[in-house]
């Protein structure tokens, strides 16, 4: 049977109980496996081929939400560019407003003071339209689930919401609590039907602003989702120089056809895929390897659209554009891997599955029960709504925003950007950890490693004519021997040079004070220079060059004068970082598409022991696949737009902060400083936040679940809820404020 894959965008999802119940619906179809993603509102469906499209999305629609395919224009370099629908605006204007009605409303419950006559119908005005209009998205939500027979935490705060206003209503209207002069005191437990002189006014509004500024957090979280492709969009070429008819001119990128000729001037990146048919230059492949050194590259090599032209001039033949160009073919990588992620079910919504229709129940218990002991049908529905209340979730709506406002807050102070709640519980279950080797555990850029000088000559002597013959160019490691040559030598000691020659993938030479140098391949100068150079050089060269470093010899005088190795090193701390990553419990696996004879030698240094080298980016992404499927819990490190497939499909993505857009947006930590040691304290203060989230969620049902059995009985004065909901507020948030005083490790 042929299977084929079709992506459907999903609006009205609420929570990730809402994801689990589409899923659910696609796969009771016949042969249909799919995929629902909660933060990137898309569903991934695999499907027989006679299966229609309309079958799917009506299915999805027939649970409750809205379903289409995807209408976003694929631009020229094959990326879909559109991102996900803003929801932040919406939510943003219903928190301000409802906040700036809910504060004076809380403030006369609370302070008898200010309560002056009639203030009482001063609050219905203000926590009216908060109730209705702020909490709006819940009753909708809870309205659709009650059609489909579920309970989620928009149930439980619809119904708690409604229940304090309704029951305001009654006493205001019906009760004693419309009267002039009338006053809320601060008596904890009232008599039995004495609800009715109480409002609970201040409670529907402020869960409603509570729960409203938690969504508002997670909308922002959510619209970071599209950010990866839109950064891989960026970094393609916005125009080309094409060449027709022997003229030169500048067209945009979405107007390139297969066949056309495009130059391509040192510093320009290359407009699409294709081949050199004229010239030769170094291209920065980092884009798409990760890797510094760059490729040389000459007539009939093939290049990669949107790498850089890092030396001459080139003429390009375009053999792939828009979506089938390297560059298009990562981004649905990056794409493919967003929406194939599971999606973490918020814990909160995991205990109000039980806990919501716990709570209705005994609720109806209280109500049935007093009516039967021959009570009052007014006391029988104070208990019933009083039960509701109680259980209403302020503090729980508290819970995880305050820990991850605060979490994520000091995390900022020490340069770790945490992108959402869905992250920390990844942290706690991750067991191993692969970082890249370029950017992450080295430094990325090309430094001088060792110099080593023949003949009575001098470091310096073979540095100073290196640096005076490399000067002119503009290669990666041309500028590491300059670099570090002005480190040692002073500018006063400058060489005269003339006659400077480049030889493409070769080396360069010139005169310099007179002499004749040359910089480059230690086999260029035996085969074209007839130079002596010894088997134990040349074995020299070889075991450097196995070891991930790039040798050049410096000639002069017609003999070999010395060698210069040039290559990325490990950055100081990598060792100490690896050190501490198996302290956490991680297991450290070095990724890279740099040859097994660097990768070895990195390893070794830092001390990694299981390495995987020359691997591709879909190899990237491949390898995290397969490390999944062996039943570990993977946390990717990575910079390079390269790594993002990877970062994405891994179940913690952390981009280290001097990388590219593209890595950063599909990650769920950022690490600033790109320090691997700060990585660790990135894992830690994860862990540590979701541990305080999960005792706020404890304390957050403890309170209300205590105070149930006192509602049920009759008991509950309406400030009781409002204390009990105060003290479980004042808790949660206290408890989450200790993580202000996290440090990182010295």
Known sequence: ????????????????????????????????????????????????????????????????????????????????????????????????????????????????????????????????????????????????????????????????????????????????????????????????????????????????????????????????????????????????????????????????????????????????????????????????TGESVPVEVGPGDRVVGATVNAGGRLVVEITRVGADTELARMGRLVEEAQTGKAAVQRLADRVSAVFVPIVIALSLVAFAAWLISGAPVELAFTAAVATLIIACPCALGLATPTALLVGTGRGSQLGILIRGPQVLEQTRTVDTIVLDKTGTVTTGSMTVIEVVAFDEVTDRDVLAIAAAVEDGSEHPIARAVVERSRALVDGSEALEVAEFVSHAGQGVQAMVGGRLALVGRASWLTESWSIDVSPAVSDAVAAAESAGGTVIAVAWDGALRGLITVGDTAKASSAEAIRRFRALGLNPVLLTGDNAGAADAVAAEVGIDEVHAGVTPQGKLDLIRTLQDEGRVVAMVGDGVNDAAALAAADLGIAMGGGTDAAIAASDITVVSGDLLVVADAIRLSRRTLAVIKGNLFWAFAYNVAAIPVAMLGLLNPLLAAAAMAFSSVFVVTNSLRLRRFAPRI
Request: contains cysteine; proline residues 5%; glycine residues 10%.
């Open 1 to 288: 049977m042929s299977l084929v894959d079709v992506e459907l965008d999903i609006g009205g999802m609420t929570c990730a109980s809402c994801a689990t119940r589409i899923e659910r619906k696609l796969n009771k179809l016949p042969g249909v496996e799919a995929t629902v993603n909660y933060a990137t509102e898309k569903a991934r469906v695999q499907a027989p081929a006679g299966t229609g499209t309309d079958q799917l999305i009506a299915t999805v629609e027939a649970a409750g939400y809205k379903a289409e395919l995807p209408s976003a224009p694929v631009s020229s370099s094959g990326v879909t560019s559109a991102g996900p629908e803003d929801e932040t605006r919406e939510l943003r204007q219903r928190l301000v407003i409802s906040t700036a009605l809910t504060v004076p409303v809380v403030l006369l419950a609370m302070i008898p003071a200010l309560q002056f006559t009639n203030w009482q119908w001063l609050s219905l005005a203000l926590a009216a339209p908060v109730a209705l209009w702020g909490a709006w998205p819940f009753h909708r939500a809870a309205a659709i689930n009650a059609r489909h027979g579920a309970a989620t935490m928009d149930t439980l705060i619809s119904v708690g919401v409604l229940a304090a206003l309704g029951w305001s209503l009654y006493a205001l209207f019906f009760g004693t609590a419309g009267e002039p002069g009338m006053h809320m005191t601060f008596a904890l437990f009232g008599a039995p039907a004495s609800g009715a002189s109480e409002i609970y006014l201040e409670v529907a509004s402020a869960v409603t602003v509570f729960i409203l500024g938690g969504r508002y957090l997670e909308a922002r979280a959510k619209k970071q989702s599209g950010a990866a492709l839109r950064a891989l969009l960026e970094l393609g070429a916005k125009d080309a120089s094409v060449l027709r008819d022997g003229v030169e001119s500048r067209i945009p990128v979405a107007a390139l056809a297969v066949g056309d000729r495009i130059v391509v001037r040192p510093g320009e990146k290359i407009a699409s895929d294709g081949l050199v048919v004229d010239g030769s230059s170094a291209v920065d492949l980092s884009m798409l």
